[in-house]
Each structure stands twice: as C-alpha cells, then as structure tokens.
C-alpha cells in the first residue's frame, strides 16, 4: 500500500496547502545552515531572507484603500479617538481600554502587515511563478516593523479577540528530523469595516478573486498534469520492469534447456562407452552402471 502526501490532495495554489510548501528534504539542509550561522560569526541573511519584498506598502498599493487603512490605523494610535477599531480598544472585559503600547504595536506593522495580505484569500501569502500558495513568516514582520516577535504574538492575539485575525496553528515533523509550526494568518472583512473601509475591501476582493481563481486554476492544472505524469511514469516502470524479469526467466529456462541437451549427449555418449567397455551386459546392465555416474534428470 503506497500512501502519498497530504498535500497532492489539496486544491494547488490554496492557503490551505501552504503549510505543505517547502517541506522537501532539498531544501531542509539549506533552511538548517540559514539557522545555525558559523561558530564566532555572523553572516549576512542569504536567500529568501536576504530580500524579502515587499516590505512596506508599495506606491501602487498605497493609493489604494491599503494606504488610507494604514494611515487610518496610524491616526487612531496616536489621537486614540474611538473612531475606527473599537472592537481592539475594547477588547477586555474589564472595560479598560487597550494600552498604549499595543496600538504603537499596531501602527508599526500597520504597513507590513497590509503589504503581506492577499485581499483575494484574506490571508497573509502570495501566489509564487509555480502555482504554490506561499505563507508569510511573522518573524520578517516584525523586523520589518521594528518590534521583537513576542509582542507581535501578543498583538496578533489580541486582534483574535477583538475578531480581526483568524490564526491556524499547525505543526508539522519535517523529513523524521524535526518538528516545525507554520501559522496562516487571516485577516477578517470585519477589520476594514471597523476602519470604514468596508465597501472598497469587498469591491477589491471580488476583483482580485477572479484573477486568484484563474491562477489557481493554472495550477491545478500543473498539479493535475505533475500528478498523471507521475502515474504514466510508474506504469513505464512496472512495464519496463515486467519486461526485465520476463527477459531473464526466459534467459533461466533457455539455460537449464541447454544444460538438459548437454547432460542428455553426455548420458548418451557414456551408453555408448560402456556398451564397448561391457561387451558381455545387457542394455539393463548397462543403463543401471550408467546410472550410477550419470544420474537422470
């Protein structure tokens, strides 16, 4: 029973299938020598980590409602006027308001975080060249945004709570070597609506889902293609090797027959041998003498 890896059954180019991406045992030893850098030295991020794009919001991005969320979400960190993410503002239940440091937090990922999210999923990702739904690291978010990873964990909990962030743990063992946690992160329609970008979110989304669903379809296609590739290359090989073990159980049989013939001409040539030798024995004598050296098959 052969099994195949989870990931072959998902939709290629989904978020879902994200946390499968990059699990091949090629690219484990390079991942491994990124994270352990040399004993008394430091290198410089080599890459994906070396140029990981985009890191702010880009100038097209930012004329769009990304920009003028960004800026929204800037604004309420520093006046704290209640206008747009209440839910965040009043996410205890002591009724207390959030603290200050958490919407500094905010604002400083503000731009990171809107440039990383594909409006079309919700989720923080992008669609490489080959199809494959690739997720964003929180680690390059929070460099980029200039605060440590632990105080991006406690915002990006507090943003579940307030129902602005979905977040999907999961962990897999990668190559029997090692567990890792990858987490897709989604961005809920009820965070442009509390920042009065409601309207402009939608209409984008369902602009950029047709595109999304056209490359996703691409990629299916590829995955489906790879997949009866993959099926038409096993059945060649059972073939081929069909072919192999029937060539060599016809090159046995072929050698025990010559074998047979030769043990035959030797029985034969040795009758005759010792009918000279045995003048004076009959044919049954003989046979039983023969059969003593040369014993039948």
């Given at each position: 029973?052969?099994?195949?890896?989870?990931?072959?059954?998902?939709?290629?180019?989904?978020?879902?299938?994200?946390?499968?991406?990059?699990?091949?045992?090629?690219?484990?030893?390079?991942?491994?020598?990124?994270?352990?850098?040399?004993?008394?030295?430091?290198?410089?991020?080599?890459?994906?980590?070396?140029?990981?794009?985009?890191?702010?919001?880009?100038?097209?991005?930012?004329?769009?409602?990304?920009?003028?969320?960004?800026?929204?979400?800037?604004?309420?960190?520093?006046?704290?006027?209640?206008?747009?993410?209440?839910s965040l503002d009043t996410v205890h239940?002591?009724?207390?308001?959030?603290?200050?440091?958490?919407?500094?937090?905010?604002?400083?990922?503000?731009?990171?975080?809107?440039?990383?999210?594909?409006?079309?999923?919700?989720?923080?990702?992008?669609?490489?060249?080959?199809?494959?739904?690739?997720?964003?690291?929180?680690?390059?978010?929070?460099?980029?945004?200039?605060?440590?990873?632990?105080?991006?964990?406690?915002?990006?909990?507090?943003?579940?709570?307030?129902?602005?962030?979905?977040?999907?743990?999961?962990?897999?063992?990668?190559?029997?070597?090692?567990?890792?946690?990858?987490?897709?992160?989604?961005?809920?329609?009820?965070?442009?609506?509390?920042?009065?970008?409601?309207?402009?979110?939608?209409?984008?989304?369902?602009?950029?889902?047709?595109?999304?669903?056209?490359?996703?379809?691409?990629?299916?296609?590829?995955?489906?293609?790879?997949?009866?590739?993959?099926?038409?290359?096993?059945?060649?090989?059972?073939?081929?090797?069909?072919?192999?073990?029937?060539?060599?159980?016809?090159?046995?049989?072929?050698?025990?027959?010559?074998?047979?013939?030769?043990?035959?001409?030797?029985?034969?040539?040795?009758?005759?041998?010792?009918?000279?030798?045995?003048?004076?024995?009959?044919?049954?004598?003989?046979?039983?003498?023969?059969?003593?050296?040369?014993?039948?098959?």
């Open positions: 029973m052969s099994v195949r890896p989870i990931k072959s059954f998902l939709p290629a180019g989904s978020p879902a299938s994200a946390v499968y991406t990059a699990l091949d045992a090629a690219l484990d030893a390079s991942n491994e020598a990124l994270e352990k850098p040399p004993f008394r030295k430091v290198l410089e991020p080599v890459g994906h980590r070396s140029a990981r794009r985009p890191r702010q919001l880009s100038a097209k991005q930012a004329r769009t409602f990304l920009g003028e969320a960004a800026k929204r979400i800037k604004a309420e960190a520093q006046d704290r006027t209640g206008k747009y993410l209440r239940q002591s009724g207390n308001r959030s603290r200050a440091e958490r919407w500094l937090a905010l604002a400083a990922i503000a731009e990171p975080l809107l440039a990383r999210l594909d409006i079309a999923t919700g989720c923080l990702g992008y669609l490489n060249e080959h199809g494959q739904f690739r997720l964003n690291r929180q680690n390059g978010m929070a460099e980029d945004g200039g605060i440590s990873t632990t105080r991006l964990s406690r915002l990006l909990k507090a943003l579940e709570k307030a129902k602005y962030t979905l977040r999907k743990i999961k962990r897999l063992y990668r190559n029997g070597k090692r567990w890792v946690c990858r987490i897709t992160i989604y961005i809920r329609p009820r965070f442009f609506i509390d920042l009065g970008l409601g309207f402009q979110h939608a209409a984008s989304r369902t602009a950029k889902a047709k595109a999304y669903l056209k490359k996703r379809r691409q990629a299916q296609a590829i995955q489906q293609q790879a997949q009866l590739d993959d099926i038409a290359a096993a059945h060649e090989r059972r073939i081929s090797h069909r072919k192999a073990e029937g060539a060599r159980e016809a090159r046995e049989l072929e050698a025990q027959k010559t074998q047979k013939m030769y043990g035959k001409l030797a029985r034969n040539a040795e009758f005759s041998r010792l009918v000279g030798v045995h003048p004076d024995k009959n044919a049954s004598e003989i046979r039983a003498i023969l059969d003593k050296t040369h014993p039948p098959e």
